[in-house]
């Protein structure tokens, strides 16, 4: 069983920057694949950025540029740098984990998902 407690949402003006964070527990977390995704009210969840256990790196298009996303072995936490946000960002924003290590851009593949964190963007 994996824990994922995701916090560093918040509110925040149009071109402005957050950095949010997802603290793990449990299983190996060296091996997990992660991911963020995030949902609005009325729409279906979406990819936002994953990264594999080797580091490597994927966006969705409408990040793609402005968030980046990063992880600390160590720590067993991963973030989300966001910058330029734009008030279509506001979402509840979701970290998760693919105990598997395969990852990519489908949410179905992630095991375990946090409780999310509000990020809302004013204009």
């Known amino acids: 069983q994996v824990q994922l407690v995701e916090s560093g949402g918040g509110l925040v003006q149009a071109g402005g920057s957050l950095r949010l964070s997802c603290a793990a527990s449990?299983?190996?977390?060296?091996?997990?694949?992660m991911a963020w995704s995030r949902q609005t009210p009325g729409k279906e969840r979406e990819f936002v950025a994953g990264?594999?256990?080797?580091?490597?790196?994927y966006f969705s298009d409408s990040v793609k540029g402005r968030f980046t996303i990063s992880r600390d072995n160590a720590k067993k936490t991963i973030y989300l740098q966001m910058n330029s946000l734009k008030p279509e960002d506001t979402a509840v924003y979701y970290c998760?984990?693919?105990?598997?290590?395969?990852?990519?851009?489908?949410?179905?593949?992630?095991?375990?998902w946090g409780q999310g964190t509000q990020v809302t963007v004013s204009s």
């Open positions: 449990g299983g190996t977390f060296s091996r997990h694949a």
């Open positions: 998760g984990a693919d105990i598997d290590g395969v990852g990519g851009t489908v949410l179905n593949a992630y095991d375990f």
């Open positions: 990264i594999s256990r080797s580091g490597l790196v």
